[in-house]
């Protein structure tokens, strides 16, 4: 995944195009009940709980902002039709069937960006999907458990965060083994970016958690049962904590490897 200036071009140029297909599915699905979505504010961050020395946290640039704002009232709902939750296969190959609601799949085939799926299988490298009527086959698979998550994501690779977004299922190749198991009760951090080489800046620091609500909502009372998760990111020896779930935008990335 390679950002460079020539990308956010196409980001501009994708926020019209996406704001008259969102209009018009809008109009179409529920014309009776059309809303005005609420003015991003650039200021409303999430703030590491640590300062920061070389890298230094910012607002989204405009054009997520607008591109936001258009799509922030969908609530993608993801599901996974197949393979389905304990099946045993008795090949070593999977063909995956996904299913989505209240969300525009698509890519534009100019552009090669648009609101899809990402597919990760165990700890493979995510698949970005854009077409669900297209085939998706992992094969040569292991014998033995295996791991499905797929998260609904905006066309620059941030996750959908609301309830639903996300999906998991854990499969079997033949027979099942302790390997590449989840438990659905336990909190689970699925990391998504930064990842892959970038010309540009703000960059992303994105993730997907499940059975692990933040510092901000176990707050609220402090006589309920929700323990006081939070997270710890180190970047190049920088470590700061997150008691919020929400993307963050850095800057003052050095050249090289992180």
């Not at 996750?159 to 198991?181: D, L």
Request: charged share 20%.
């Amino acid at each position: 995944m390679l950002f460079v200036k020539e990308w956010w071009k196409n980001l501009r140029r994708l926020t019209l195009s996406l704001l008259l297909l969102v209009l018009v599915a809008n109009l179409w699905g529920c014309s009776d009940r059309i809303e005005t979505s609420s003015t991003v504010n650039s200021d409303a961050v999430p703030r590491p709980t640590a300062r920061l020395k070389q890298l230094k946290e910012v607002a989204p640039p405009n054009t997520l902002q607008q591109l936001h704002q258009i799509l922030e009232l969908k609530q993608p709902q993801v599901r996974i039709l197949s393979p389905q939750p304990e099946q045993i296969l008795t090949d070593n190959q999977v063909s995956i069937q996904l299913q989505v609601t209240d969300l525009p799949i698509f890519q534009d085939q100019e552009l090669q960006l648009g609101s899809h799926l990402t597919v990760i299988l165990d700890n493979q490298d995510p698949q970005d999907v854009y077409d669900l009527q297209q085939p998706l086959v992992f094969s040569d698979l292991a014998a033995g458990s295996h791991t499905l998550r797929v998260f609904a994501a905006y066309p620059w690779h941030e996750s959908f965060k609301n309830e639903g977004a996300y999906a998991q299922v854990t499969f079997h190749v033949f027979t099942k083994t302790i390997n590449n198991q989840l438990d659905p009760k336990l909190p689970l951090l699925t990391y998504i970016s930064p990842a892959g080489e970038y010309g540009a800046e703000p960059i992303l620091l994105d993730f997907y958690l499940t059975n692990a609500p933040l510092h901000i909502i176990a707050a609220e009372d402090s006589e309920d049962e929700i323990p006081d998760w939070r997270i710890q990111v180190t970047i190049n020896g920088e470590t700061f904590v997150l008691d919020q779930w929400q993307p963050i935008y850095l800057k003052g990335w050095q050249r090289g490897q992180k």
